[in-house]
Nanobody, 118 residues
Framework: QVQLVESGGGLVQAGGSLRLSCAVS?????????MGWFRQAPGKEREFVGR???????FYADSVSGRFAVSRDNLNNTVYLQMNALKPEDTAVYYC???????????WGQGTQVTVSS
């Protein structure tokens, strides 16, 4: 069983930065195939933000490419989402997720709220 706990959310002005953390327990980070970040804004469906693979390759949604960066610290079993140049439309609950075998994400965190004021 994998447990994921996000932290680092909060209120920030447009143009500001935040770094979200996702603490992983139950398995080593290096044993997980992908770690992804998703978000869900009020009244909208959950959407993909970015991911990092076991080989540390990254991939991002067009809406955040160039502003957000996913990284991992295998020693501390933690994944990060660095968010820069934040926009009001980035306001959402952000979730991290783990894929253990295939493309499907098997485990999800509880989410952390990010609010960007204009």
């Amino acid at each position: 069983q994998v447990q994921l706990v996000e932290s680092g959310g909060g209120l920030v002005q447009a143009g500001g930065s935040l770094r979200l953390s996702c603490a992983v327990s139950g398995r080593t980070l290096s044993s997980l195939l992908h770690m992804g970040w998703f978000r869900q804004a009020p009244g909208k469906e959950r959407e993909f933000v970015g991911r990092i693979s076991r080989s540390e390759s990254t991939f991002y949604a067009d809406s955040v490419s160039g502003r957000f960066a996913v990284s991992r610290d295998n020693l501390n079993n933690t994944v990060y989402l660095q968010m820069n140049a934040l926009k009001p439309e980035d306001t959402a609950v952000y979730y991290c997720a783990a894929a253990t075998i295939g493309a499907e994400y098997d485990y999800w965190g509880q989410g952390t709220q990010v609010t960007v004021s204009s």
